[in-house]
């Protein structure tokens, strides 16, 4: 659970939910407090699809297709770098999935299965401004001018 504290309201509630925590030894709980950094801006997400479109119609894509590629070529790592626990924490998972059928997983596989699990939706503004700079250099490298308007 998270709670963003914007109130002594949010504070009273968040002391409640600590407060009526069950906790033991083999099931410890963690809080952390940190700054709120905010996740990525509409304007951001408006930016991605409009870019997506752009690329879907130069290259014969569609934008759906684009948005899956792209994940797991760029998303994946900026996870793995910014949200290790995260990363893992799926990798194992996807990992152990493998293991269960008897195949071996490449990297490249569970990177697919990765940006499956994963959202742009769960970046922050400057994890999301590392993506688009990131898909602005894939783009460019095709030969596609993006807009920034």
Known sequence: MNITLRSQLDV????????????????????????????????QNKLYWKWLGIIAEETGNDSDSLHFKLKAEFLVSIVRASNPGRYYEHKHRIAKMYE???????????????????STGDLKVKQFTDYLDRIERFAAGLGIKLTKE
């Not at 099931?27 to 940190?34: A, F, G, M, N, T």
């Not at 269960?100 to 994963?118: I, P, Q």
């Open 100 to 118: 269960r059928s008897g195949e071996h997983a490449s990297s490249a596989a569970v990177n697919v299965h990765l940006a499956d699990v994963l």
């Open 12 to 43: 009273n509630r968040a002391i409640e939910c600590v407060q009526n925590a069950t906790v033991s030894a083999d099931k410890p709980l963690e809080v952390v407090i940190r700054p709120y950094k905010r996740k990525r801006s509409l304007e």
